[in-house]
């Protein structure tokens, strides 16, 4: 019989709660899946050997042994260059240094090929090769989660700069210096206000400082999510504090279309499901603040991949490079 | 005879008043050199003309008949993809449409290949060719002269974008959204404060604004090179002035780094050479604007090309390429 062709390829999202892995064919369909509990173990060797074991186990039920060409991984702080993943904060395994992570796990799952990025890089590579940006040769992936993060394509290459670590845009300073203070240390970060922490942020903020009735005055904990859902029901409150959102979105956009001048700047993440409300304000703030000659021609698009396989899919994407 | 080796480029630098040209060797010394007048006749044709002759005789000059491999042209809104120059408010002949510039004098010139960008671009090329950014593979250069340029090199590549006009860092917003009107239109951009004309008038406005003694109250038209005289001779406020403009550089770099992770940011142009008010607090800014992985990683250099050569040499570095 013939070899095999290796085909297929694996992806992986390391998260701070779960990694997700999935076994992916050349048209970007996964063909088997799992979510396990990122390991709290404090040594990388097990949590590799955890991940490996996976990897084996879900290409058998996928019935592809032989058939990797290579595996994905997206993975906070993970950097491109050398394959490494270091002081990431919500890795107990790699939060005091360094990890040899692709390496390591290539010689724990029998020699098969391991790129790595960060997972905005890998949903930057994600839409490049299954979605909205297929066939782009320029373009910004901004992805809104809990943090902002962000891919940036150029030339059809995902830009990772002297180091690795290049497109880190959710830090770049918005409204003004002074602002917020973000997670990373310094204040006024992108992601200190466009994040679903950042929505949520300025929903309190505005309920404290005014006595605007709102629906969201009975919620205690409020989340992002709180307050999409106000605005789903019509709440005023809630739909200013999206309409704000887009505004500082729009304006760092702006800056970001003068530095590459992409043809589009794809968002994605929990946060981008309020596409209802987010979407205009946000592409007037751009528009209102880009230079004229790119006033009304740079797309702003919205991730279309499944939600569920679309950390699977972005971190796979890099392994056909391979 | 063996047929000589096309072993020289011509490099054309197009500016509002001048054009300068010279003709270089790949060591990039300069053999031969001329300025002539920016004409103002609004025919592109007539002025196409001028320069293929100012061309051939500056060729004659240097003895480098059927020598020239290439001909690079820095200019204002050139577009590298397409060899236009279009709307360019200063240039009569290219202000109220698109001249096919590159076409044009390379047919003028008997069909030596033409390759053309803009002036900051160019400069890049330059410095990446024979300056300080010699080596590097990701730098940023910010012209800094009466307006703010840039050009971004990632991978060993100036990015163009989708459309050849990427880099337009002047224009990102600065201070903060409804800052200064800037010339392009829009309010707050970095080169309303960062440029010669951005110095000059935080001067202006600070002398109107104070009773702060300074040499400057008995200067009637304020420039940048005042100011810069003034700081020379110990002046408090002018000195002052020089630490607002490299702090407001400073933040913006941080931004830049943030996008794509430079070795270097290159600063050039006739505000730079007031590096020792500048320098200082631009760093400064920089590092306590950037992520903790970048803080005192990227370098802030000054070019070191000779000022009469440098926007010759950048224009003709891209015809190396050709």
Redo the contacts between chains.
């Keep these: 019989m013939a070899s095999k062709e290796k085909d297929h390829v694996v992806g992986i999202d390391i998260g701070g709660q779960t990694c997700k892995l999935g076994v992916v064919d050349a048209r970007g369909d996964v063909l088997a899946q799992k979510v396990i509990k990122t390991s709290s173990d404090p040594s990388a060797e097990v949590v590799i050997a955890e991940l490996a074991e996976a990897v084996r186990s879900l290409v058998a039920e996928a019935g592809m042994e032989g058939r990797i060409r290579g595996i994905g991984v997206g993975a906070p702080n993970g950097n491109y260059y050398t394959g490494t993943i270091a002081f990431a904060p919500n890795l107990s395994w790699a939060s005091h240094g360094s990890v040899d992570f692709a390496k390591m796990l290539s010689a724990a799952v029998g020699g098969i090929p391991v790129s790595l990025t960060n997972d905005a890089n890998a949903a930057a590579v994600g839409e490049m090769t299954y979605g909205v940006a297929k066939g782009m ?2 373009f910004i992936m901004i992805t809104l989660g809990t943090g902002v993060g962000s891919g ?1 394509v ?2 059809g ?1 995902v ?11 959710g ?3 918005a409204v ?2 002074n602002g917020r203070p973000c997670g ?3 204040t006024g970060c992108l992601e200190a206000y466009c994040s679903a922490i950042g929505v949520a942020r300025t929903a309190r903020e505005w309920l404290e400082l005014t006595d605007e009735p709102s629906s969201l005055r009975s919620v205690p904990e409020i989340t992002s999510k709180d307050v999409y859902e106000a605005a789903v029901h019509g709440d005023a409150l809630a739909r200013k504090v999206f309409e704000y959102t887009g505004k500082i979105l729009g ?1 760092k956009l ?3 279309v ?6 589009a700047i794809v968002l994605f993440g929990g946060l981008a499901r309020a596409k209802e409300f987010l979407y205009e304000p946000t592409l007037k703030a751009m528009n209102e ?1 880009v ?4 006033r009304d ?1 740079v797309k702003i698009l919205f991730s279309q991949l499944k939600e569920s396989d679309a950390a699977i899919l972005g971190a796979s994407a890099l392994a056909w490079e391979l």
């Design positions: 040769k320029h940036i150029i030339n290459d830009v990772y700069g002297s180091d690795g670590f290049a497109g880190e845009l830090h770049t300073c003004r210096y990373c240390g310094k304006q702006a800056d970001f003068e530095f590459s001048a992409p043809e603040n230079l004229p000659l790119w021609k």
